[in-house]
């Protein structure tokens, strides 16, 4: 079936830091790929997207290479802010029907 | 703008109630969904649904009930039955295949 795994939290990262949350995902067919963030007493915010094998996707200096030869679609920014702590979902759509999500990573920056 | 609202935001159930978590959406979207979050955790979902008067069970339904008898409507109750509600539920809406969901802001349960 399909599942998403993400990488462990908490995440502690200094301000100005380099951010890498792994994702790694196993699905049939060719899923779209999401990266949500969420933060405190909040719902889900889409962060970015890719559709296709190599799309990036890219939002508020976050990026994501959607990669089909690893399965994977690693978060990446490379100078965090205390504004994004926060948590970041990992997830994979194949179809009309269900989203499926990864556990979540919680991220905090400190100054 | 566009969205989802929830309602209400905060909501107090008694022992042996039903309470029901609003969810409305004005994005045109087909499809709905309920998800539940406890503390530290992911979305686990509970119903969904593609269109009008009709929906399918999600991975935890038990103690849960919807309908649709509106596109941009799909309210939740949590029955009795639900021994453990205490919990932070989400609603998203999408309108096409393969693409993001939109989410609520979400309604946070707790038991009295």
């Known amino acids: 079936g399909n599942s998403v795994t993400q990488m462990e939290g908490p995440v502690t990262l200094s301000e100005e830091a380099f951010l890498t949350i792994n994702c790694t995902y196993t699905?049939?067919?060719?899923?779209?790929l999401f990266w949500y963030v969420q933060y405190p007493g909040e719902g889900l915010q889409l962060l970015l997207k890719?559709?296709?094998?190599?799309d990036k996707g890219s939002n508020k200096g976050f990026e994501a290479t959607y990669r089909k030869e690893t399965t994977s679609f690693h978060l990446e920014k490379g100078s965090v802010q205390v504004s994004d702590s926060a948590v970041y979902f990992c997830a994979l759509k194949t179809s009309y029907d269900k989203v499926i999500f990864g556990p979540g990573t919680s991220l905090s920056v400190i100054p | 703008d566009g969205g989802i609202t929830q309602s209400p935001k905060y909501l107090f159930r008694k022992e042996g109630q039903n309470v029901t978590l609003s969810c409305e959406q004005n994005l045109n979207h087909d499809a709905m969904y309920w998800y539940r979050q406890d503390p530290g955790q992911g979305l686990r979902l509970i119903y969904y649904s593609q269109i009008v008067n009709d929906f399918q069970k999600g991975d935890i339904a038990e103690g849960y009930s919807v309908s649709r008898e509106k596109k941009e409507s799909f309210p939740l109750t949590v029955t009795s039955a639900q021994k453990n509600p205490t919990a932070f539920y989400l609603c998203?809406?999408?309108?096409?295949?393969?693409?993001?969901?939109?989410f609520g802001d979400g309604t946070r349960l707790s038991i009295l």
């Open positions: 890719a559709t296709k094998a190599d």
């Open positions: 699905a049939t067919g060719y899923p779209s």
């Open positions: 998203a809406s999408t309108g096409e295949p393969n693409q993001p969901q939109h």
